[in-house]
């Protein structure tokens, strides 16, 4: 489907970043578990929507919490990979630029690089707080029949952005302490 | 400031953003945040997340993941060797036909696993070195795969027309159905230059052969049996009924879109647990990590592709753009060339999720004035991206084949595929001509209602005439055959 997409395979073959210090072990750790999990989340996704196929025309039961439950599942297994994918730099940019530049513009250029998302990161996952919060003390809820409380899918949206913020500016210390794996 | 200038400084921002490296989720993002607080009211900058959340929330776009993961079960498993090995049996009596079954069996498989590469990989890593046995050039064979690989993108289910669905706001089950006869088409050309090429690679090597006594393997005569013909047939044919399945329970109105991507994710694990005893947690965590990246780093661009288009529309820049072009009034033709010409150029930095995404809101206004089927421009600018796959300067498919097939020189590899670039071009020129190529499907199935027996009906007539067809060619080809 490329759909240009899998530049991604291309992309992850990067080296992978050797860890050293306990910060990274523990993003590490938290990284494998969230991948397992979300993994099993979305093939339990797709298990939902098969059901209520099944269960409309077999059962004749009406099928209104499917499909709010798969995007919880699926919204959530998304954001929370996003630091995960991150480590192995799964996030695709263009390179044209990158290939003329020099080792060491190319380093600076990263730190800069890696700075700015790591800005952007942060700053969604404070408003994603913040509207977690409110969905919270207002108790906001999804539109469907269904009524799903809506803190679930906010609260994994939050952790997830904080996840990959944590995550990138661990990749920017690494590099400025110069603890970065060599390829 | 004015919107133009606005306007400007959005899109200026963005290329800069964009080229330095930046990943494309974040720099999107970044650009849109920064414009909304420096141009948009405070509160409006306090709802990014939910923004965010809201655009992204639709079960029609989290189909993709599940789309991906029937992909990565049916990629990773034989199924492609199989698909190929069997199709190769069926025709190998038919000149070229070594090489059309390799187009028939890139479509079929794109169709099950909905992935350009994956294809490429998987029906390549057979093909390719088969062909080249059997004395096919090396940039011919690499062609082949390379072209049939970008099918991917046009046979339902696609992520592109998912994506495109949502952004033009148009029926993803019309837009599905739109597409199935331009990807007919685009077989058949394929097929037919495979052919026509394998004929005339076959007769530069008998001139060879009479005039020097070079002996080629293109003049060896195939022999399978009829064994082969059934061997892997027993493996195949799940899959295939697998994918008629899912396509009837959508189109039968069992199933919405995205209930299909969940029935034929699970139907996939299943089969391919069944049939090649893919089950262990540890041979299906690389299909399940591997189906979570690329689903991530995807909807990553996509929700702020979202939000990019949601802060250009707030601005007012995409409806001034459309304005824009709308007032210079070009010819309808012009209109649709420069448009498509945008598309090939933005597909030299962007992958087609954000081309879709960010240009939408500008391009589809001006093409709908300009009386344009949209369901038959998103069939359009799909083949449009489809050949941003195989020609540099991103070519995804030609690395590919350059890592199934190292020892084909590049140079190769890209003239090979240049005719499948050109039969492209004619493709989507001939669908500018004869735009019920697409459009009479959908117009078929949606509007008038479906007669499932008249299918069943039109179905046994074509497989009697391709039948018939298949005799008449093995018979004329028998009395024309080469003494050995």
Known sequence: MAHGIEIVEVATSAPPVVYAGPVDRVLAAVNHAVVVVSSVALVIAAAVLSYSVFARYFLHVPTDWQDELSVFLIVGAVFMSGAAVQVRRGHIGIEAVVAIMSTRVNAVRQVLVDLASFLFCAFFAWKSFTLLHEALVEGYHSTTTWEAPLWIPYSLMAVGMSLLSIQILAQVTAALVGRRARP | ?484
């Open chain 2, 1 to 484: 400031m004015s919107v133009l200038s606005i306007g400007l400084l959005y899109g200026g921002a963005t290329l800069l953003v964009m080229f330095s490296g930046m990943p494309i989720a974040f720099a999107l993002g970044a650009v849109a945040t920064l414009f909304m607080i420096a141009f948009m009211p405070a509160a409006s900058v306090d709802t990014i997340a939910q923004n965010v959340y809201e655009e992204m929330a639709s079960i029609t776009l989290l189909s993709i993941p599940l789309f991906i993961l029937k992909g990565a079960a049916i990629g990773r498993s034989r199924a492609g060797q199989d698909l190929y090995g069997t199709l190769h049996a069926w025709m190998h009596r038919i000149p070229g036909g070594l090489g059309i079954a390799n187009v028939f069996a890139c479509a079929l498989f794109a169709a099950m696993a909905g992935s350009s590469p994956a294809t490429c990989s998987a029906i390549g890593s057979a093909g390719i070195p088969e062909m080249r046995k059997r004395g096919y050039s090396g940039g011919f064979a690499a062609g082949i795969i390379a072209a049939g690989g970008t099918l991917g993108i046009l046979l339902p289910p696609s992520i592109t027309m998912i994506l495109y669905a949502v952004a033009a706001e148009q029926s993803l089950g019309r837009l599905f159905l739109a597409a199935i006869g331009p990807a007919f088409l685009l077989v058949a050309m394929f097929a037919a230059y495979a052919a026509w090429q394998f004929l005339r690679e076959h007769r530069r090597a008998r001139a060879l052969h009479e005039r020097t006594g070079a002996f080629s393997e293109l003049l060896r005569p195939d022999e399978l049996t009829l064994r082969d013909k059934f061997a892997l047939l027993p493996r195949v044919l799940p899959f295939v009924i697998l994918l008629t399945g899912v396509m009837i329970a959508l189109y039968g109105g069992y199933a919405t879109p995205s209930e299909t991507a969940g029935l034929g994710a699970v139907l996939a694990l299943l089969l391919i647990a069944s049939i090649y005893s893919v089950w262990t947690p540890r041979e299906l965590e690389p299909i399940l990590t591997a189906t979570l990246r690329e689903s991530t780093m995807l909807m990553f661009i996509i929700g702020m592709s979202l939000l990019y288009s949601y802060v250009m529309s707030y601005l007012h820049i995409s409806q001034s753009a459309a304005q824009w072009i709308v007032s210079l009034e070009l010819s309808r033709w012009v209109l649709l060339a420069t448009i498509l010409l945008l598309v090939v150029v933005l597909g030299f930095f962007l992958p087609p999720v954000s081309i879709i995404l960010m240009t939408a809101p500008i391009i589809l206004p001006p093409l709908k004035a300009a009386g344009f089927d949209l369901i038959w421009f998103g069939v359009i600018m799909t083949i449009v991206m489809e050949m941003g796959l195989i020609h540099p300067p991103v070519g995804l498919n030609l690395f590919v084949i350059k890592n199934i097939a190292p020892d084909i020189p590049l140079a190769d590899v890209i003239w090979g595929v240049v005719p499948f670039v050109a039969l492209m071009i004619v493709a989507v020129v001939v669908l500018s001509l004869v735009p019920d190529i697409s459009t009479w499907l959908p117009h078929k199935v949606m509007d008038t209602g479906v007669d499932w027996m008249q299918v069943v009906r039109v179905t046994g007539y074509g497989c009697a005439l391709i039948l018939a067809a298949g005799f008449l060619i093995r018979f004329a080809v028998k009395r024309s055959a080469p003494a050995r």
